[in-house]
């Protein structure tokens, strides 16, 4: 497992493209036949991805989590993005198709992924948070989450919202999951932008064609940044930065946060005029 270290406010502004991107931006999750992790201390978040092919993958614990297996004081939030699949818990198949998600909770001895067809493998997200309680393991349907819808065609934005894990749903110790779809014609996210002073958010855009891009903004309200973004792609965002982005074509994101605080509206609004 891969660690990864944030930089603070005042290092962030005093770097260049390639210093941004290889400490706010994740690649290279998603590998046929294997399962890749990346440890982040942002709110020490696991991220990565599965992609079983003939064979299913288990979920182990690295040396580096000095654990028995990997939700022994974790839970995990999973989201496929690829073909059918299933995701098997301590011996209970889910199936998961496109969008599906799954929360698995902490002391789940077991956990392994495998796609229906290798030819079209499901792929997997996976975001893990330490949890202090336990909570039963539970499949959201995509058509079933908790869905907002938000924007308008004038200001480029009109999206979905669908909430998969959170206080008002499926139960969890601190993560809150789900994911944003931008609708036809609509290109930004998250405008007006905020930060998290109580936790953190991490964003895999997926959905992005090949021949397009988001231009995902970052940083401190007054000293803004940006990542170019490409499909299956995680930024990192920690409480002191905003997150919000604009594509060349619409897209899709799932968003994921862990913290003290699991409210989703705890946030602190940015002013446009504020912005520089």
């Known amino acids: 497992m891969t660690m990864h270290y944030l930089p603070c406010p005042t290092e962030t502004r005093r770097m260049d493209t390639a210093g941004l991107r290889d400490r706010f931006l994740l690649g290279g999750l998603f590998v046929p036949g294997e399962v890749t992790l990346r440890f982040v201390d942002l709110d020490r978040v696991v991220v990565g991805g599965a992609v079983p092919t003939e064979e299913a993958l288990t979920l182990e614990a690295p040396p580096e989590m000095a654990s028995e297996f990997f939700t022994e004081r974790r839970e995990v ?16 198949r889910h199936a998961m198709a496109f969008r599906d998600g799954l929360y698995v909770g902490r002391g789940s001895h077991e956990v392994s992924f495998a796609s229906d067809d290798a030819a079209e493998p499901a792929r997997f997200y996976i975001v893990s948070y330490p949890a202090h309680a336990e909570h039963p393991t539970t ?16 200001t480029a934005n009109r999206r979905i919202l669908r909430k998969y894990f959170h206080p008002g749903g499926v139960k969890t110790a601190q993560l809150v999951m789900g994911v944003t779809e931008l609708q036809e014609g609509s290109v930004w996210n998250t405008m007006p932008a905020h930060t998290h002073a109580r936790r953190t958010e991490v964003y895999l855009y997926f959905r992005v064609p090949k021949d397009a891009v988001v231009v995902h903004l970052m940083g401190e309200p007054d000293q803004t940044r940006h990542l170019v973004v490409r499909d299956e792609e995680v930024a990192l ?11 060349t074509t619409a897209y899709s994101f799932c968003w994921a946060m862990g913290g003290e605080n699991q409210v989703f509206a705890d946030m602190q609004g940015v002013a446009m005029d504020e912005l520089r």
Request: aromatic share 2%; with cysteine; charged share 10%.
């Open 77 to 92: 939030g999973v989201l496929n993005v690829g073909g059918a699949g299933s995701v098997t818990v301590d011996g209970e």
């Open 237 to 247: 965002s920690p409480g002191w930065s905003i997150h919000s982005g604009c594509g």
């Open 139 to 154: 499949h959201v349907a995509h058509a079933d989450a908790e869905a907002t819808e938000l924007g308008t065609v004038a």
